[in-house]
């Protein structure tokens, strides 16, 4: 029996080279303004249109500020890339999401909200973590700017078929623990490379029991463990989460829909390349302390010792250096300077719920910088709907306007050097969040924990 990777992989493949690559049909393809100006300009020098460009969706988020959206981009190379972007879905006729438009936000978050992201669906953009739309039940993987172009002449992509993997997560989750923390452990126990060569179908009643917002954010960040992509069969939670969204099927195409989706789940007998199992008595709020996101401990632990670690975890002395952390220290009651609340791992309206739980009736640190974020401008009218803005505001906070925002130094909220940044995005690679920077990954209970105490806090403590 196939397993559901296979089902959706097979069912897209258009031909197969001999001792070569697969031709893999592509459902969508979103574009953001980093990696598409070169395969447009590839286009326009072969004299090519899109194949089919009602497939293909464009939005700025990368370079985007996330205050004054409505004056010019005053960094040039950002104005550059956005105002290009938005040219180039003008000349070849693609749907275009631009700054303020109520459309707009981060491709990952946008893509699943407005339903263009949908079960048994091939996905791709020109970017890592497009992992996070196999939350829907989708084989959604990054390629690079040359297979952006690929796609946009003809609809496929020529691919090698990865291996599968499925991890299965059992039990119930504690208080306090998130998706995020999920995704933490398993990249501290498989490492950055566990995963290399895999798609990951993610199962058992731990991700049964995920929100969509919570299965997001788990996918999204497959990539950190080197997968291919990851992706969770699509259930009750999936077709609720789906129904009456704007690119949805509807009426009869809808029941016609979510019974096909319905078959989209792998067989009792599927056979796995891999096979991982985890419980989940054995994970509580987390946090790194390295310089990639598979150095991390549960909030209470300490830093490995070194002499303890395989050659794996080689690096780590260098790591901790960057980090001005020692070997065997806790990180508890560390403080902090920056808190970032956001990014496509942590930009969705639940994360905003999770962090206003803690700080409600506290107040913001002195100390501490705050970037709340929201991931799109949907997100953003939804907190303000559900007044989280004023229990936000009472505390201290401010909400600012969507984008990618601290995830990575391409717009203006860099976090200086030698600032500590306790941040929900997705990677904590040396300069990340700005040159110098040293970043703390963790959830968003995490960093509101941190945020109100100025030090690193388990929030258990709190909630």
């Not at 992509?229 to 077709?239: N, Q, Y």
């Amino acid at each position: 029996m196939n397993t559901l990777f296979d089902k959706i992989w097979d069912a897209h493949v258009v031909q197969t080279v001999d001792d070569g690559p697969q031709q893999l049909y592509i459902d969508r393809l979103y574009c953001h303004e980093v990696t598409s100006p070169q395969a447009f300009e590839g286009m326009r020098a072969r004299g090519l249109k899109c194949f089919r460009p009602q497939q293909i969706f464009c939005m700025p988020d990368h370079n985007t500020p996330t205050h004054d959206q409505d004056k010019p981009i005053a960094d040039p190379v950002s104005k550059a890339q956005v105002d290009l972007l938005e040219k180039n879905a003008r000349d070849f006729g693609l749907t275009h999401y631009g700054m303020m438009s109520k459309d707009n936000g981060i491709i990952h978050v946008v893509g699943p909200e407005k339903g263009l992201s949908l079960p048994g669906m091939t996905i791709v953009c020109g970017d890592s973590h497009t992992s996070t739309h196999g939350a829907m039940g989708a084989v959604a993987f990054g390629i690079g700017t040359s297979e952006v172009e690929m796609v946009m002449a003809s609809q496929c992509i020529l691919q090698q078929k990865p291996k599968s993997m499925r991890i299965t997560i059992n039990g119930t989750l504690g208080k306090g623990v998130t998706a995020k923390d999920v995704a933490l452990y398993l990249m501290a126990k498989l490492t950055t490379s566990g995963a290399t060569g895999y798609f990951v179908e993610y199962a058992g009643e731990v991700v049964r029991n995920l929100s969509m917002e919570g299965r997001l954010t788990l996918c999204n960040l497959s990539i950190e463990m080197g997968a291919r992509g990851g992706f969770i069969a699509p259930d009750e939670v999936t077709f609720a989460y789906l129904k009456g969204r704007e690119h949805a099927p509807k009426d009869e195409a809808w029941d016609k829909a979510v019974a096909y989706w319905k078959t989209l789940k792998s067989g009792d007998d599927a056979v796995f390349d891999k096979e991982l199992v985890f419980d989940a008595k054995d994970i509580e709020p987390r946090i790194t302390y390295g310089t990639n996101p598979g150095m991390g401990i549960g909030i209470t632990e300490s830093i490995p010792l070194t002499s303890h670690l395989s050659p794996l975890t080689s690096g780590l002395e260098k790591a901790l250096d960057y980090m001005g952390f020692k070997a065997g220290e806790k990180l508890l009651g560390k403080k902090i300077d920056y808190i970032f609340l956001g990014a496509c791992t942590n930009g969705r309206i639940e994360d905003f719920r999770a962090f206003a739980s803690i700080v409600k009736g506290r107040r913001k640190a002195d100390n501490v910088v705050a970037w709340l974020v929201p991931g799109s401008w949907a997100v953003r009218q939804q907190i303000q709907d559900e007044g989280l803005d004023k229990v936000l505001e009472a505390a201290g906070f401010e909400i600012r306007q969507p984008g990618c925002s601290a995830c990575l130094a391409m717009n203006d909220d860099k976090v200086p050097a030698g600032k500590y940044a306790v941040s929900t995005s997705n990677r904590n690679f040396e300069g990340r969040q700005g040159p110098g920077s040293r970043t703390i990954l963790a959830s968003p209970l995490v960093a509101a924990a941190a945020a109100v105490t100025g030090v690193i806090t388990d929030p258990r403590e709190l909630l």
